[in-house]
């Protein structure tokens, strides 16, 4: 506890005994709780933290403050902080060594947001890192009222957005060919899935963190307390050598419409088929459309860059049946 701050320092233990990874593994947060460390019988809902309270007409006002665009870490009197309390290393053997932040790391996080804020309405501008607002619905809605993040850019964090903003940016500017830049594109993609505020730890055997997992691993948007952050380095398992693209060389086209207005014919349809209300891909795919929508028209012109949610087919009764019928009657017909 340092009463100093009001609040607690964390420390990185290694070699733990049974007793404590069973009192850690309980955790602070439990059951939508906070419960406080030095006495567990004293607990707090989540929601009574962030304010939330009913409205007059019994509906739930969110009492969160919303972060405006210019937002890239909380404000000091923000409910929820965020802070760096741990770093992996690991040595040329391979051994992964968990360290407590030091000052030398807490400088290197400040030069980062530094060098963020330097490149960061630049970047906007051109579509290096996203500038799209968070459309609110059943899932998007989640991020708003759990941490008061409206834009997309704000479910990464300072580090997370110089990375993949100077990917972008090297790989937008310096590539030469169209498909080139848009495989850099997709894959920048691919890296937000994995290094997002929003990407999970996974569980090791022996039960600590072994590593992380992606956002959407279980299609949604979870806002976490404890999130992983890669480094420069372990964003290359993600990403291709910029010098080694293999472009397919079999002839394919790339129509995207609405289904039902497919007039191509072809030997063979194979479909994805929506899965009513269970998935809303038509919110969760502005997740990736935050980074895509400046370059898409630049690349592609005869493609459109927004979501079409419009569009989506959803629901689970009359409408949506008759959706389908409609998609799979034109496929059958071509």
């Not at 506890?1 to 420390?11: K, M, Q």
């Not at 530094?114 to 500038?131: D, M, N, T």
């Not at 990403?239 to 419409?257: A, D, Q, R, V």
Request: charge should be negative.
């Amino acid at each position: 506890r340092n009463d100093r701050r009001r609040g607690y320092d964390i420390d990185i233990v290694t070699g733990a005994s049974d007793e404590e990874l069973a009192a850690a593994r309980k955790g602070t947060v439990q059951d939508s709780e906070l419960v406080d460390p030095e006495d567990p019988s004293r607990r707090y809902s989540i929601a009574s933290l962030r304010g939330d309270r009913r409205g007059e007409h019994g509906e739930t006002i969110y009492g969160l403050r919303l972060w405006e665009n210019d937002d890239l870490v909380p404000r000091p009197d923000d409910v929820f902080q965020e802070r760096l309390y741990c770093v992996r290393w690991v040595s040329s053997t391979g051994e992964r060594i968990y360290k407590s932040v030091t000052d030398e790391d807490l400088e290197r996080e400040a030069k980062v947001l530094a060098l963020l804020k330097e490149r960061f309405h630049a970047w906007q501008e051109a579509g290096y890192i996203p500038s799209m607002k968070i459309t609110p619905g059943y899932n998007t809605e989640q991020p708003i009222r759990e941490r008061g993040w409206t834009y997309w850019h704000h479910l990464f964090n300072p580090r997370q957005l110089l990375v993949h903003g100077l990917l972008m940016e090297e790989g937008i500017n310096n590539l030469s060919t169209k498909e080139q830049k848009a495989f850099n594109l997709f894959y920048i993609g691919r890296l937000s899935d994995w290094d997002a505020k929003t990407s999970v730890w996974s569980i090791a055997s022996s039960g600590g963190a072994g590593g992380w997992l992606n956002t959407f691993m279980n299609q949604a948007i979870n806002t976490l307390f404890s999130y992983a952050c890669r480094s420069c380095l372990t964003t290359y398992s993600l990403l291709p050598y910029m010098n080694e693209f293999k472009i397919c060389s079999i002839y394919t086209t790339i129509l995207p419409l609405d289904a039902r207005d497919v007039t191509y014919t072809a030997d063979l349809w194979i479909t994805d088929p929506p899965y009513a209300d269970a998935v809303n891909y038509h919110e969760l795919a502005d997740f990736f459309l935050a980074w895509y929508e400046k370059h898409l028209p630049r690349l592609f012109p005869e493609w459109y860059a927004s979501s079409r949610a419009a569009l989506a087919v959803r629901g689970a009764d009359e409408d949506f049946k008759r959706s389908m019928v409609d998609i799979y009657k034109n496929l059958a017909a071509h």
